[in-house]
């Protein structure tokens, strides 16, 4: 439940979770995959130089959130470069990040494929998902005091307020934070790592199914205020409800 083709004039919107500088926006067009077009390429949009790479790397995330970079497309480092107002360099350095995650594949000589994935795979992200986070939250909901889960408040409302309006990236970013808050509470630092790898890994869109629809975003982010209001009110039949549900919803 958690979370596609590039298309020609196509604006990506990004906001970025930190409060550092933030890209504006990302055109990926017809010809940054490297494809000839007739059309006249749009002045490129100049990205701040401080953390440039950390701001591609965020973008291009949010633009495989979006299907702006489609699944089995390739994509040329100097072509979205030049998108970005970059040299190839960070770009390329972006896109080996997204290989290593499992987002890209490198396609010598041609630059990277986006990889493309079935229900199977996200299926089987959401059951390693419920294997590590389920027994995490519940042992929490036992232990942790309400006012904890109090303070937890906004950032179960960011997902409700993205997934309001359709924004996929800011959405992603935003769940991807909650789940992350939540987990940190158990003071296990490589649980909270493997666990936010999984839940980015997905949150790719599907090959037959690339863009998540405006109502199921709304329902995931509800069970994030329905759960926060449970861990309040120590609830813990209604706890482990709605976790095991929030995985299984996951799956389809």
Request: without cysteine.
């Amino acid at each position: 439940m958690e979370q596609g083709s590039a298309r020609e004039d196509t604006w990506l919107s990004y906001a970025a979770p930190a409060p550092s500088v933030v890209p504006r926006s990302v055109r990926v067009p017809e010809q940054a995959r490297g494809e000839h077009t007739h059309s006249e390429p749009s002045a490129p949009r100049t990205v701040q130089r401080h953390s440039v790479r950390g701001q591609i790397l965020d973008a291009l995330r949010a633009a495989l959130v979006d299907g702006e970079l489609a699944p089995g497309q390739v994509y040329s480092a100097p072509a979205l470069g030049a998108r970005f107002g970059v040299s190839a360099t960070p770009v390329r350095e972006a896109m080996q990040q997204l290989a290593i995650e499992g987002a890209v594949e490198v396609v010598p000589n041609r630059g990277f494929r986006v990889s493309e994935r079935g229900p199977r795979e996200l299926a089987e992200l959401a059951e390693v998902r419920a294997l590590i986070e389920v027994p995490v939250m519940l042992r929490l909901a036992r232990t942790v005091p309400a006012g904890r889960w109090t303070a937890l408040r906004p950032l179960a409302e960011a997902t409700v307020a993205a997934a309001a309006v359709g924004d996929r990236a800011s959405y992603a970013e935003s769940d991807r934070a909650f789940h992350r808050a939540v987990l940190t509470l158990s003071g296990n630092e490589q649980l909270v790592q493997v666990a936010d790898d999984l839940h980015r890994r997905s949150q790719w869109p599907l090959v037959s199914n690339p863009a998540t629809r405006r109502a199921d975003l709304l329902a995931d982010a509800v069970e994030h205020t329905a759960l926060l209001d449970a861990l309040i009110s120590q609830n813990l039949g209604v706890v482990q409800s709605l976790v095991r549900e929030h995985f299984t919803g996951a799956e389809g």
